[in-house]
């Protein structure tokens, strides 16, 4: 099956549409999720659902922790026990002010989103080649900057995907450092009566009267996910979005939304068990997975820079369809490029 593909500039953000089955051999969707790294909010809505399943519950309950460590000095995350402990892949990057970077005395690049004067760079230290070389003076160099030269400390949100015996690691290695757990905040609900765009999955794009396109329907999830009113009052003066057409009415939609710092491999889970939703036949024709980043995060996907000034914007929602089809819309503010 071909993947389509489609950019649509706006004003506020960029967004790229395409469409594939997650049976094809060159479905990208799980590359995608593992390399969106520092993920804030996980949503997903099923229409025609009144009762969660347990496989999806235990699932949503099983999200966190996180941990937030207050003060750390940032030469600790270059040691090699942390190294050794915490990364397995990696790097280890900066995104500083004109001065700051010019005290380190480090080799870096100016940021691409700087304009005529460059006031902001990016520093990007391979922390696990680093760790092979520790007697190197590119080591000694980037240590004795961090430790002394310009010794930078930073309140840190910290979270990894691990099991059983080693949840407590975290906690013991920062013991010398105010380190807090924290769990996600889970909200769950059910909505009645909901007004739902129709879509058909061979038609991205839409078709008028039979049809939504991709971009109306990420729009309508928006107000859903925000608990707007939809349906266009005349005395409703905080918002006149209504449903696009054609539409229907779900007697009952289950709405979840998790907050907090959620590593991506907990998100591939959640995709997979959303994708087996349809092995048994249902009412719902398809349901929706949508994923936002941190606004300030130093990147979006992969290693790209991310340009945060007014929104900072950079999501990506799944439509799931009840035969594997599915499409992926990807968003970024303005000032970032295209989404990969």
Not at 66 to 90: C, D, M, W
Request: glycine share 4%.
């Amino acid at each position: 099956m071909a993947t389509l593909r489609r950019l649509r500039e706006v004003p506020r953000h960029l967004l790229v549409c395409e469409k594939s089955n997650f049976g094809h051999d060159k479905s990208r969707h799980r590359h995608l999720v593992e390399t969106h790294y520092h993920n804030y909010r996980v949503s997903f809505l099923i229409p025609e659902c009144g009762i969660l399943s347990e496989e999806l519950k235990n699932l949503v309950m099983e999200t966190g922790p996180y941990y937030f460590v207050k003060n750390l000095p940032l030469h600790e995350l270059i040691t090699q026990e942390f190294i050794n402990t915490f990364v397995k892949k990696g790097k280890l990057i900066l995104s500083l002010d004109k001065d700051t970077y010019e005290e380190t005395g480090l080799q870096g690049r100016p940021s691409q989103y700087s304009g005529r004067r460059i006031m902001k760079f990016i520093i990007s230290i391979d922390l696990v080649a680093l760790s092979f070389n520790l007697d190197s003076k590119k080591y000694e160099r980037i240590s004795w900057s961090l430790k002394e030269k310009k010794p930078l400390k930073f309140d840190f949100l910290l979270a990894w995907h691990h099991t059983g015996a080693e949840d407590s690691t975290m906690v013991s290695y920062f013991s010398n450092y105010q380190i807090q757990e924290h769990q996600p905040k889970i909200a769950l609900s059910t909505v009645a009566d909901l007004q739902c765009p129709v879509l058909q999955s061979s038609s991205l794009r839409g078709d008028p009267e039979v049809a939504c396109s991709a971009p109306e329907l990420l729009d309508w999830l928006g107000a859903v996910f925000s608990h707007a009113e939809l349906n266009n009052e005349p005395n409703n003066f905080i918002s006149t979005y209504c449903c696009p057409q054609p539409s229907t009415v779900v007697a009952k939609a289950y709405l979840c939304t998790i907050t907090g710092f959620i590593v991506s491999e907990k998100i591939c889970l959640l995709l997979e068990q959303l994708c087996h939703y349809f092995d048994e036949p249902k009412l719902a024709p398809w349901v929706t997975l949508s994923v936002q980043g941190f606004a300030d995060s130093p990147v979006s996907w992969r290693e790209n820079e991310h340009g945060f000034r007014k929104g900072g914007e950079h999501l990506y929602n799944f439509v799931i369809f009840n035969n594997q089809d599915y499409w992926l819309q990807m968003a970024v503010g303005a000032n970032d490029g295209c989404p990969p």
